[in-house]
């Protein structure tokens, strides 16, 4: 398939296909029961992950494929499984996932599963949190140390603002590890599968938008006391440590993803009295 389209990876899209029939039924396994859900698969390429998601069941497929090249295998993979599998030309991240959910069966449930291009998975995943409770899961590849980063707990050294805006909204867990050599042609570095299942209610309330600027004032001076490091949000810290409960003389990475919440909560609070 990749020799009849010629469909050499290209590097400025962040293309590593995965290609191993044993990983990519692992990936489609890992996504629970698919003969009663529809997924969203993002920059499927030749559809390696595809079709095995198609194998395993799955009721109906969206692949969203930037890339031109890979539209006629993609066709040529729908039409094996005859309304099974729709093809998107597009970018994904101007494309607003949730709102698919209106090509399908509304009685079946939804979810993402994808081996994301690594130069967008951040921006992706932040998209997504705005609306996840759309979705029942979302199985998704990402370098090893981005994973470590979504699924860090608190007084760890990858700990930060990743893991506390996904963990607020989701429950996250590694699942495991694809090395370089799976991949044509192999990255770099490794590759980790993780799970995202959206929970019923946020952990803690806050404005997302709050939450990111405290966060990024927090963990941007991480080896300092929030006393310190918080000074750059511009109201009184003492202040705002105190009224939301927080140590002064704590630092970033030991504030739990509530503690974080209650901060956003108290600034927002604060802003607008000022």
Same mark, same amino acid.
């Given at each position: 398939m990749i020799a009849r389209y010629g469909l050499a990876a290209r590097r400025r899209l962040g293309q590593h296909f995965l290609l191993d029939g044993n990983l990519t039924g692992r990936i489609a396994r890992a996504a629970g029961d698919l003969t009663q859900a529809n997924v969203i698969e993002i920059g499927p390429g030749p559809g390696g992950l595809t079709r095995a998601l198609l194998s395993a069941g799955v009721r109906q497929i969206i692949a969203i494929e930037r890339d031109r090249r890979c539209l006629g295998a993609l066709e040529e993979l729908a039409a094996a499984y005859p309304g099974r599998l729709r093809v998107i030309a597009g970018d994904a991240l101007e494309i607003e996932a949730a709102d698919l959910a209106r090509e399908f069966d509304r009685e079946a449930a939804l979810k993402i599963v994808a081996n994301l291009p690594y130069n967008?998975?951040?921006?992706?995943?932040?998209?997504?949190?705005?609306?996840? =409770? &759309? %979705?029942?899961?979302?199985?998704?590849?990402?370098?090893?140390? $981005?994973?470590?980063?979504?699924?860090?707990?608190?007084?760890?050294?990858?700990?930060?603002?990743?893991?506390?805006?996904?963990?607020?909204?989701?429950?996250?867990?590694?699942?495991?590890?694809?090395?370089? =050599? &799976? %991949?044509?042609?192999?990255?770099?570095?490794?590759?980790?599968? $993780?799970?995202?299942?959206?929970?019923?209610?946020p952990l803690a309330e806050a404005d997302q938008e709050t939450l990111a600027a405290v966060t990024a004032a927090a963990f941007g001076q991480r080896r300092k006391m929030l006393r310190s490091s918080l000074k750059s949000l511009g109201v009184d810290v003492t202040g705002l440590l105190s009224t939301a409960g927080v140590d002064p003389t704590a630092r970033a990475e030991e504030l739990s993803v509530e503690a974080f919440c209650a901060l956003a909560r108290t600034f927002k609070a604060l802003a607008a009295d000022h």
């Open positions: 967008i998975a951040t921006p992706l995943l932040f998209k997504w949190m705005a609306r996840v =409770r &759309a %979705f029942e899961s979302l199985t998704l590849m990402f370098q090893k140390e $981005v994973a470590a980063r979504i699924t860090a707990t608190p007084r760890t050294k990858d700990y930060g603002r990743l893991s506390v805006s996904v963990q607020r909204l989701c429950e996250a867990r590694a699942l495991f590890d694809i090395p370089p =050599r &799976a %991949f044509t042609p192999p990255p770099k570095v490794t590759s980790t599968v $993780v799970g995202l299942t959206p929970r019923p209610a």
